[in-house]
């Protein structure tokens, strides 16, 4: 569990992910992203197709912001070796943070053997950067996010993730469902999604056991927590 008391402003940014995430975002976008990525710290940018990695990792050459991607961004639906390519192409082109969205129509049709070989042919495609499965659990029930969520752990993927940020955010009752399938396991929790108002419900979800935050307000989250601290959400900077 992240103890908040001990994150000044700086090392709070390794607890997001920043992302620009529209399919129809310019270089410029891109290019603005990384530098704010990296003028705050964050663990990641991220980007929702392989296309701006080239520009991303000429942007974040020199830092520890690793460079993220969606994979079958944002509905999951492809097929096991396409999110294989997909998969390998971004590790080819300098991807090290690979986000993939679980094929939500089969894990709701019970179609668990070919969610289970998606998240086996990720993992290996994938070649030991850090993993992370999109379970868009809005569109799940709380039996069906508990399933995704073993499955999730079975594969070896490093982070259970809750959305895509492109449709409804996550409640809490969701986020907790996920942390208690994943108790005792190595898997973490992201959180993406985040609703209004976004840096009260972003503290509360890693005051709740999430390690990091996917939004493209990071920038603004990061920003209010003297804010929230002076009106105790967060707590005091311990130093």
Partial sequence: M??????????LGKLFDFSVLPKNSTEDDI????????????????????????VMKEELAGSDVLLGVGLAFPFGANTAYMKGLETEEAVKMGGTALDIVMN???????????????????KKAAQ?????CILEVNFLTD??????????????????KTSSGQFEGPSMEQFLIMKET????????KVAGVKFP?????YAFIMAGAELIGTRAAPQIIDAVDQMREIGIVPKYAG
């Fill in 2 to 11: 992240v103890d908040l008391s001990k994150y000044n402003k700086w090392d």
């Fill in 31 to 54: 290019r603005k992203g990384c530098r704010l990525a990296k003028e705050y710290n964050c663990a990641a940018f991220y980007a929702a197709t392989n296309y701006w990695l080239p």
């Fill in 104 to 122: 939500i129509g089969a894990l709701r049709s019970k179609r668990y053997k070919d969610v289970e070989e998606e998240l086996k042919v990720f």
């Fill in 128 to 132: 030991g950067n850090l993993t992370k």
């Fill in 143 to 160: 039996e069906e996010i508990a399933t995704g969520c073993k499955m999730i752990v079975e594969a070896g993927i490093d982070y259970a």
């Fill in 182 to 189: 994943i108790k005792g396991t190595d898997c973490k929790l």
């Fill in 198 to 202: 976004r840096p009260q419900n972003a």
